[in-house]
């Protein structure tokens, strides 16, 4: 590997010379030589062959992705019950903090089996071994929101004595001080949401632009690759809104049932026809009964497209004026 080669290979994998320090344990001045034609040792050479797959896994804007999974286990028990064949989905993803978003925001749903993601090249970019570690918290690198979060947090805290010192003189030390405990402060909210499960977390979307907003008024700007990362994993959830505990969908048999404003929307896991779902709804509510016309045929290309316009449906009928869980 020529000094060319060397400076390709990082700027392919979108790393600082600093972060390709850190990983192979030498100095950025090193680097800096190595890509201006200082001779690279041939153990450089294998280990950059070596790390290049994982550094892929940990960078947050690896990309475009595709996520591919089945909706129902793939194995097929010769001796057991026919069942249905599993239908592959695919879900196409700008990054990998964005496809890894949707893989935690999937997991454990009746309908997600066997998920790996694809490159544009057609290599695979995580496993299935590889995303269960993620998936169970044991990759602390990978680019999930908790991590990203916990690394921007580290970071902050870090550089917090680093930051833009503006005015028209030079601050006191109390001034310094008192900035800098302001920065750690929002470092330590970043922990917190870290520190929270993955639905509190995208209902802390808002608060989270604002602590990046507070940084840059503080002087101190969060690394652009965890603030893109984050921004990217957060999207998927404006995309794929997490159900409320009222719209939890539960299986029952062949069919997923939904439960929302007071109606309970049946549909099968897998649309007779392509882009068609045929609904079917009820209520105990008899204010409602009269409202029902019986089965409803939605559009959409998936089942979470079938269920956001199952509620723009009900939400035209008229929210029931009891709600679950009320007298």
Not at 110 to 119: L, M, Q, S
Not at 276 to 290: F, G, M, Y
Request: net charge negative; hydrophobic share 40%.
């Amino acid at each position: 590997m020529n000094a060319a080669e060397f400076k390709a290979w990082r700027q392919n994998l979108r790393l600082t010379q600093q972060e390709v320090a850190d990983r192979i344990g030498v100095s950025r001045t090193t680097i800096q030589n190595w890509e201006n034609n200082t001779p690279i040792p041939q153990t450089v050479d294998m280990s950059c062959k070596v790390w290049e797959h994982r550094l892929q896994q940990e960078n947050p804007a690896v990309g475009p992705l595709t996520l591919i999974y089945s909706d129902a286990p793939m194995f097929v028990d010769p001796y057991g019950p026919r069942r249905r064949l599993a239908m592959i989905q695919q879900e196409p993803y700008p990054t990998n903090a964005a496809v890894l978003a949707r893989v935690q925001q999937l997991a454990g749903q009746p309908n997600f089996h066997n998920p790996f993601v694809i490159a544009a090249d057609q290599s695979t970019l995580w496993n299935l071994p590889e995303l269960s570690r993620v998936l169970r918290g044991e990759d602390e690198e990978a680019p999930t929101l908790t991590n990203m979060l916990r690394k921007a947090a580290k970071i902050v805290r870090e550089d917090s004595a680093n930051f833009v010192r503006s005015g028209a003189g030079w601050p006191t030390q109390a001034e310094i001080a008192g900035r800098q405990k302001d920065i750690i402060a929002q470092a330590d909210l970043l922990e917190r949401f870290a520190g929270e499960n993955l639905p509190a977390i995208a209902r802390h979307q808002l608060a989270i632009e604002d602590v990046f907003a507070n940084l840059r008024q503080l002087g101190l700007r969060a690394p652009d690759a965890l603030v893109s990362g984050i921004a990217f994993a957060l999207s998927v959830f404006d995309r794929y809104p997490l159900l409320a505990a009222e719209d939890m969908i539960v299986e029952d048999g062949n069919d997923m049932v939904l439960h929302y404003k007071g109606y309970e929307a049946r549909f099968p896991k897998v649309p007779m026809f392509p882009n068609k779902w045929t609904v079917n709804l009820c209520s105990n509510d008899p204010r409602l009964l009269n409202k029902l016309g019986g089965n409803v045929v939605i559009d959409g290309r998936s089942r979470e497209d079938a269920i956001a316009k199952t509620k723009e449906h009900v939400d035209e009928l008229g929210e029931s004026p009891f709600r679950s869980g009320s007298a």
